[in-house]
C-alpha cells in the first residue's frame, strides 16, 4: 500500500540549532503538506507544496518539493522552543483526494 | 465560526458497547474527513465526505464502523462492538476544494476514545 516515511524519528537540538526533516513515498505525489502538532494538540496545517522541485519559506521555515514529487524537507533555522512538537508531511497520492500522512519527527529543542 | 468542534472530547466505554462520535466542520468547508491517531504514530486515514456523499472508505475499516454525513453538515462516526484496539484519537478535519485539495485541513482537536 501506499506509505509515506519520514526520518528522523526523534531530534533534540540546542536552542539555535538548525533542524531538517524528510519524508518519503512509496509513490508519486500530486502535493504534499505539513503540519505540526504540539503535545497534547492536534495537527495544524502549516504550507502546501504542488510543483516539482519547489521551494517556499516561512520566516526561519524552509519546504522543499523533490523533482520527482516523491520526497520532500522541512528545515528549520536557529529553532527556537515554541518550534518543540511533532512535525507531520501529509502525501496526497495522483488520483485521491486523501491525504497519507508520515510516521512524524518529534523535535526536542533544549534552552 | 469558531473552526472543527468535535465531541465528546473523552469517551470511556466497555468492550462490546456501541460509541458514537460528532464532528462539525466548518461551514463552507465541502470535504471532511476521519482519521484515527494512536500514541506516537501520524494520523491514519479512515474516510472522507464530499458534501453529503461518502467517497472513500479505507480498507483498514472494519465493518463496525459506519460514517454519515446528512446533509453535506455534520459528521457521526459509529463503532459498533468496540473493541480494546479501537483505543485512539478520533480525528475529524474539514477543507474546502473545487477541484483537486488545494488548501490545508483544518483538524477537530479530537475525541479520545478508551475501551476497557
Known amino acids: 500500500g501506499q506509505q509515506v516515511m519520514q526520518i528522523p524519528q526523534y531530534q533534540h537540538v540546542q536552542e539555535g540549532e538548525d533542524f531538517t526533516t524528510y519524508c518519503n513515498s512509496s509513490?508519486?505525489?500530486?502535493?504534499i503538506q505539513w503540519y505540526k502538532q504540539r503535545p497534547g494538540g492536534h495537527p495544524v496545517f502549516l504550507i502546501q507544496?504542488?510543483?516539482?522541485?519547489e521551494v517556499k519559506k516561512q520566516k526561519r521555515l524552509t519546504f522543499q518539493f523533490g523533482e520527482a514529487k516523491k520526497n520532500s524537507s522541512l528545515h528549520i533555522t536557529a529553532t527556537q522552543t515554541t518550534d518543540v512538537g511533532t512535525y507531520f508531511c501529509?502525501?496526497?497520492?495522483?488520483?485521491?483526494?486523501?491525504?497519507?500522512f508520515g510516521t512524524g519527527t518529534r523535535l526536542k529543542v533544549l534552552a | 465560526d469558531t473552526g472543527v468542534s468535535q465531541n465528546p472530547r473523552h469517551k470511556i466505554t466497555k468492550r462490546g458497547q456501541n460509541v458514537t462520535f460528532r464532528c462539525d466542520p466548518i461551514?463552507?468547508?465541502?470535504?471532511l474527513y476521519w482519521y484515527r491517531q494512536t500514541l506516537g504514530q501520524g494520523p491514519e486515514f479512515l474516510t472522507y465526505?464530499?458534501?453529503?456523499?461518502?467517497?472513500?472508505k479505507s480498507r483498514l475499516l472494519s465493518d463496525r464502523f459506519s460514517a454519515e454525513r446528512p446533509k453535506g453538515s455534520f459528521s457521526t462516526l459509529e463503532i459498533q462492538r468496540t473493541e480494546q484496539g479501537d483505543s485512539a484519537m478520533y480525528l475529524c478535519a474539514s477543507t474546502f476544494s473545487t477541484g483537486g485539495a488545494r488548501y490545508g485541513y483544518t483538524f477537530g482537536s479530537g475525541t479520545r476514545l478508551t475501551v476497557v
Open positions: 501529509a502525501g496526497r497520492p495522483i488520483g485521491t483526494y486523501k491525504y497519507i
Open positions: 465526505f464530499q458534501n453529503e456523499a461518502q467517497l472513500e
Open positions: 509513490t508519486t505525489l500530486s502535493n
Open positions: 461551514s463552507e468547508h465541502n470535504r
Open positions: 507544496l504542488v510543483k516539482s522541485g
